[in-house]
């Protein structure tokens, strides 16, 4: 059984790459996350990247965010496997970036179910 980590060489850094998938990447919205992603070349062996975004305008509280930062990556760590399955068989590598637009933090529950709708959803429509 493989390890559920979330290592650095599976997070996506850097402004010029986080604003590629921005402004080239296909989006698709399960209330209150925006999953934008864009299948592109990564510089590691990684088959896929990912970031989470949850902007000041939508939670206040630094406090809130954080803890929701916490609860999307933890809910992603838990169900990448499967995704990151299917891109090697496919040879592809992919960018992903969560936007969380909700005023209210949700339960570890929840975020797994809204995290694995939205990758199910753009892996049947783009991968």
């Not at 209330?31 to 299948?39: A, E």
């Not at 590598?93 to 529950?109: D, I, M």
Request: proline share 4%; charged share 30%.
């Amino acid at each position: 059984m493989e390890r559920l980590t979330f290592s650095k060489h599976e997070r996506l850094t850097g402004r010029l790459r986080i604003q590629e998938v921005v402004t080239t990447g296909r989006s698709l919205h399960e209330q209150p996350l925006k999953l934008v992603g864009k299948i592109m070349p990564l510089p590691t062996e990684a088959s896929a990247q990912v970031a989470f975004a949850i902007p000041k305008r939508y939670m206040k509280l630094a406090v809130h965010r954080n803890r929701m930062r916490r609860l999307l990556r933890e809910a992603y760590r838990l169900n990448k496997h499967s995704y990151h399955q299917r891109l090697r068989e496919a040879g592809k590598q992919c960018a992903w970036l969560f936007v969380y637009q909700g005023k209210q933090p949700l339960t570890l529950a929840e975020t797994q179910l809204k995290i694995t709708r939205s990758l199910d959803r753009w892996m049947e429509k783009h991968a």
